[in-house]
């Protein structure tokens, strides 16, 4: 038992962990933080198209016509209710298939879609369905009279939105919306899948070559932990600047 | 037990029935709107439409499989969120009331595990854990060894860990939101404090915990084809196996989708069915 344990610390001091972790080419380092530095692109990416799928979802189910409602209601359950990974596979194919079938029929050449910005569009449409609901519930928490008085005072729907609604919201859409933030960088660990070079699947590649997994797992483990300590911190500030002006403790 | 009794009973019972299947019918009527029929119909024919021009002579091949990768999911689930649930409740009970050198180490279980990529964590203990284990012969002699080669033990544990982490959260809010007026009357009645828990402040936490448990599970069922990429043969393996074998795309992942929807379905039916016999009107 002993022996074992002294051969793997052995193992481990030999391979040391700043020469894995160094920045420059014998080192991993470097591309650990490519890999981060994409993943936060794409969970950047992503959470914007979501905010505008769902402001524009939220709408809709609010105030659009019945089939509009239906349609958004469906695609709300069904993105909630088949894991990520799937929707990823369908829309990555169905989505470059669909674009190359269409520049075809145009007369155009194929093209090979870039895998960050197929990643941003396939995560950004899962967020949206979540940041739908999300926004829903705000704007259905808002004081009823705010509205009526945004309308009383003969605002069209545009200007009620952009002074009012989404203002008025915010404080009410900002925790559910910091926990999409949350979920969005770890969601990003999930194109590794796909292939593409985001922090956990360098992560692999580096560990896979080395044959430490143990150093690199720890590694990006801590970067993706930082990553949500610091937006916690981040989020503190922006829910405190969002409810200035609420009576303290009103919910 | 007088017949009389058990007569009037039925009548009742025959009451009850009778207004809840008007209450099923004036549902409906609202539910299908003329709108509503027009979509059903689109819905069909693209089904139809699915059926008869896309590819299905796979499935015959892979049908055994595929239900063998719906059991294991299915067992999968189960039990990580029945092991994870039962680490839950400690974890959150002990950030709630516990001393600081168990609450601390509890907090940060939490966050680290909400804090990274579960897909880390199921790399992490397989590649990672799994590569050291072989270094130690005492490991290898050890009776577990037999289990510890294969990967499902990796996959049961690390999202038993994430759901006991996430749940463990949920489960901590529960308990704090627990009246402290129902514990105190408790003790006031000379509850042990074991009793105290086990009669009022978990069956309360969990009433509350209950609509939250049921999105988290639906949450796990989402997360158990990660286990696919630790070589275990779920559903979702099955489908990218058939892809792979028959380069036939949306066909298998359009159907991988159904099943995970109606597996969600039947959960969060379940689940409203079990708020549904709780007690309203606590606290």
Redesign the interface.
């Given at each position: 038992?002993g022996?074992?344990?002294i051969?793997?610390l052995i193992?481990l001091a030999q391979a040391s962990v700043f020469d894995l972790l160094a920045l420059s080419p014998p080192g991993w380092g470097g591309n650990l933080l490519r890999g981060l530095t994409n993943s936060v692109l794409i969970a950047v990416g992503a959470y914007g198209i979501g905010i505008a799928i769902g402001i524009g979802g939220a709408f809709g189910k609010l105030y659009g016509g019945?089939?509009l409602r239906?349609?958004l209601e469906l695609y709300t359950t069904?993105v909630?209710?088949?894991?990520?990974?799937?929707?990823i596979?369908?829309l990555y194919?169905?989505g470059t298939?669909l674009i190359n079938r269409l520049l075809e029929a145009l007369g155009y050449q194929r093209i090979d879609i870039n895998g960050l910005v197929a990643g941003i569009c396939v995560l950004g449409i899962v967020q949206g369905a979540y940041s739908t609901e999300v926004i829903r519930g705000a704007i259905l928490s808002i004081p009823q009279g705010q509205i009526e008085a945004a309308r009383a005072f003969g605002m069209s729907p545009a200007l009620m939105l952009r002074r009012i609604t989404l203002p008025a919201m915010l404080p009410f859409a900002i925790p559910g919306m910091a926990n999409l933030w949350?979920i969005a960088t770890?969601?990003?660990?999930?194109l590794?899948?796909v292939g593409f070079n985001e922090l956990?699947q360098e992560?692999?590649t580096a560990?896979?070559t080395t044959?430490a997994?143990?150093t690199f797992?720890?590694a990006?483990?801590a970067l993706?932990?930082l990553?949500?300590?610091f937006s916690n911190v981040i989020i503190a500030r922006i829910e405190k600047w969002a409810r200035r002006g609420m009576p303290a403790g009103a919910h | 037990m007088g017949a009389a009794r058990h007569a009037g009973w039925g009548a009742l019972m025959s009451d009850q029935a009778a207004s809840r299947l008007v209450d099923a019918g004036a549902r409906a009527s609202l539910w299908l709107q003329p709108h509503r029929i027009g979509l059903i119909v689109v819905g069909i024919v693209l089904v139809v439409c699915a059926a008869m021009f896309m590819r299905w002579d796979w499935l015959p091949d892979y049908y055994g499989l595929a239900l063998q990768g719906i059991w294991r999911t299915l067992w999968i689930l189960v039990v990580t969120c029945a092991l994870g649930f039962l680490l839950a409740v400690p974890i959150g009970l002990v950030q709630v009331t516990g001393p600081r050198w168990l609450s601390w180490p509890a907090y940060w279980f939490c966050t680290v595990v909400r804090g990274t990529p579960l897909l880390l964590q199921l790399w992490f203990l397989y590649y990672g854990l799994g590569s050291l284990f072989p270094q130690f012969p005492w490991v290898r002699e050890s009776f577990l060894w037999p289990y510890l080669r294969q990967a499902w033990p990796y996959a049961v544990l690390s999202l038993t860990i994430s759901y006991a982490a996430y749940e463990g959260e949920v489960m901590r809010g529960a308990f704090a939101g627990v009246a402290r007026g129902q514990l105190e009357a408790a003790r006031a009645f000379g509850m042990s404090r074991w009793k105290v828990f086990r009669r009022i402040w978990l069956p309360q936490a969990t009433y509350r915990a209950l609509p939250t448990l049921a999105g988290e599970t639906v949450l796990q069922l989402k997360a158990t084809p990660l286990v696919a990429t630790i070589t275990v043969v779920d559903i979702y393996a099955v489908a990218s196996r058939v892809r792979q074998s028959t380069f036939i795309v949306y066909e298998p992942l359009l159907l991988l989708a159904v099943v995970y929807l109606c597996i969600t379905g039947i959960l969060v039916y379940a689940f409203r069915k079990l708020e549904a016999r709780i007690p309203t009107r606590l606290g």
């Open positions: 038992m022996n074992g344990l051969e793997a193992h019945p089939v239906d349609l069904i909630r209710a088949v894991p990520e990974l799937v929707l596979l369908l194919f169905a298939d949350l770890k969601d990003t660990a999930l590794a899948i956990t992560t692999r560990a896979s044959k997994y143990f797992f720890l990006a483990g993706y932990l990553i949500t300590l | -």
